[in-house]
């Protein structure tokens, strides 16, 4: 007869009990003994038991606000891998924080539909001067009003210092301190709720930081059997790995938990190295599947990924990972190179208008044929699913931040290509992401930046910085990650807002948002029209009674394109080139009558986009 296993924690860190006590609990099965130091004007050390697992628990008198770190074989203390706070930063104590007793506001609060989703990524730290959660809230308003849904967090778990992109996180379960911490964070989210937008939060299950990360003292969480571009990979696995599992799995159910977070994006799933039988994310989605459905909420896992895999949106139980979204990384290196001309890294498999219209159709462009930056086959076939699993954008964090200046489109490109952008990104059938300030065309560069303690580190962070543009000879201007002007000059400018062109723009971001709204783009039913030679492409939404056609065109000269629409009278809704966008003037008539078959002729400006809606039936 054999002994059942013993049973996993459900809780990790510190959780404050009902008897006003506190529960311990740690995985660390490499070190000999584990002991509990509480610190302070009374500090005392409280002897920690271990289970078979591996897990080492202790109960205190310590009340929220006590400060602790664990003791590993009596010779070093090291904050809690499950750290709900670091308040001193990476490599002081952890702090106690009872989460469950954050007062929530949200009761009623219902998140939008993927389908009805647009989301607005922001980097807390630069978005405000101040950059803390509570500065965010001012804002919350005019982004409702503007038409986002959701607002996407770039990542927030304790970073060393207080200047950070948020992926050298080292404490996955504790809010940055600089940034507020969890009680800002939790208010944060109410005040978003209050205001109908829900919360998305970029986590990183990929990696940990190297600075401050004390996780392989405790036990193996890491492996030697992959490598990521970023560090050493997390062990999902290897042997001991389902308890590095329930270790991430649980951090996911604490933040949709006791924060109401609405969405999960998964950062860079592709470098999550798994070669078990059921992946790390297939574990995950069900877990969070079971909470959905305890809590009759709807949450969404949204994965970032370049891989072009449909594994990545098949349910768990076929075999997939279960995610309900994906990125589509090719919608942007189409839009990107039509837009800018680039060709070099993985732009070389972009560039014609036939990427744009296939990725239009399916998702992705890259499918199983060949890259020539990859030099093998890309991708397998998309899924046949709805339009909206597929998030697009023609900005973010990674493809300004990563650029060696931080340019954004605003520094490359004309205002009228940066008004055609906003049109295919926002009237494709897909769920459209924005970077923060790209709705009014933000100027500020955003660059990436580190506050590293470790003078070795932040030296080989320079070093691989310059080597990583080396081959376009920019490696001696590359700005210092470490300084702080690197990260003062990627603050947002708000009041931009409040001058031409940014006022327009904004206004034609709205416009955009409130057509998509009005017609449900990303339910309707939809044909793509490609006009390779004259590099446009057309969307036909809807149907027979209820129709628009989006016609953009990304050639550097106007153009004559033959368009057959459904027979009926048409009446044009939007028009890129006219005064009124601060265009050239318009060429396209306002009305027209279509016999359908027959294709009639359209002068369009260049880099200019029109939207024509369908008014009335004709004979057929």
Request: net charge negative; hydrophobic share 35%.
């Amino acid at each position: 007869m054999t002994c059942p296993p013993p049973l996993r924690p459900s809780s990790l860190g510190a959780t404050p009990l009902p008897d006003g006590r506190c529960e311990f609990v740690v995985w660390a099965p490499t070190p000999k003994q584990v002991e509990l130091h509480i610190v302070g004007n009374e500090s005392r050390y409280v002897a920690m038991e271990r289970d078979a697992l591996g897990y080492w628990r202790a109960v205190s008198e310590a009340k929220p606000g006590a400060k602790y770190f664990y003791r590993l074989d009596r010779d070093r203390d090291r904050p809690d891998p499950a750290s709900r706070f670091q308040p001193e930063g990476v490599h002081g104590p952890s702090q106690i924080v009872d989460v469950r007793g954050f007062a929530s506001t949200d009761s009623k609060w219902k998140p939008p539909a993927l389908d009805d989703t647009v989301l607005y990524e922001l980097h807390v730290g630069t978005f405000t001067p101040e950059g803390s959660f509570s500065a965010l809230i001012p804002h919350l308003d005019q982004l409702a009003e503007l038409g986002i849904t959701t607002i996407e967090v770039m990542p927030i778990a304790q970073f060393p210092g207080g200047r950070n992109w948020g992926y050298d996180g080292t404490y996955p379960y504790a809010a940055q301190n600089t940034y507020g911490g969890p009680r800002e964070l939790q208010n944060f989210v109410n005040a978003a709720h209050a205001r109908g937008l829900a919360v998305a939060l970029d986590v990183v299950y990929n990696h940990l930081g190297p600075e401050g990360n004390y996780l392989g003292e405790f036990g193996p969480y890491f492996t030697e059997h992959y490598r990521t571009p970023w560090g050493a990979a997390l062990n999902f696995d290897g042997a001991d790995s389902d308890e590095v599992r329930h270790f991430f799995v649980q951090n996911a159910l604490y933040w949709l938990e006791h924060f109401h977070i609405d969405v999960l994006r998964l950062d860079a799933i592709h470098g999550i190295f798994d070669a078990s039988a059921i992946p790390f994310l297939a574990d995950l989605s069900s877990a969070v599947e079971g909470l959905s459905l305890r809590t009759g909420r709807q949450i969404h896992l949204i994965a970032e990924s370049d891989q072009n895999d449909a594994r990545v949106l098949r349910d768990s139980r076929d075999g997939g990972f279960g995610m309900q979204g994906v990125w589509s990384d090719d919608f942007h290196h189409a839009v990107h190179t039509l837009l800018t001309g680039e060709r070099f890294g993985y732009y070389a498999d972009f560039g014609e208008i036939h990427h744009l219209a296939k990725t239009l159709k399916n998702g992705w462009s890259y499918g199983g044929e060949y890259s020539r930056y990859r030099r093998r086959k890309h991708g397998n076939p998309p899924p046949k699913t709805k339009p909206s699993r597929f998030v697009v954008f023609t900005q973010n964090h990674d493809q300004v931040g990563n650029r060696a200046f931080g340019e954004r489109l605003s520094q490359l490109v004309s205002f009228e290509s940066l008004k055609l952008a906003a049109g295919i990104t926002l009237l494709a059938p897909f769920t459209p992401l924005l970077f923060m300030g790209e709705e009014y065309g933000e100027t500020a560069a955003f660059q990436y930046f580190t506050s590293h303690g470790d003078a070795e580190l932040a030296e080989a962070v320079r070093r691989g910085r310059r080597a990583d543009f080396q081959s376009f000879q920019w490696a001696a201007q590359v700005p210092d990650p470490q300084a702080e002007s690197t990260f003062c000059v990627s603050k947002l400018n708000h009041g931009l807002v409040q001058e031409e062109p940014h006022r327009t723009l904004r206004r034609l971001y709205q416009t955009l948002l409130r057509l998509r709204r009005e017609w449900r783009l990303s339910r309707a039913q939809r044909s793509v029209v490609e006009f390779e030679a004259a590099r446009a492409v057309m969307l036909l939404s809807g149907d027979e009674a209820h129709s628009l056609a989006a016609i953009f065109h990304f050639g550097d000269a106007p153009t004559d394109l033959q368009l057959s629409v459904p027979t009926g009278s048409w009446e044009k809704r939007i028009d890129s080139a006219e005064l009124d966008w601060l265009g050239p003037g318009p060429s396209l008539p306002a009305k027209f009558d279509s016999a359908g078959a027959n294709p009639m002729p359209f002068a369009f400006p260049a880099r200019s986009f029109a939207v024509f809606q369908r008014t009335g039936g004709g004979a057929e």
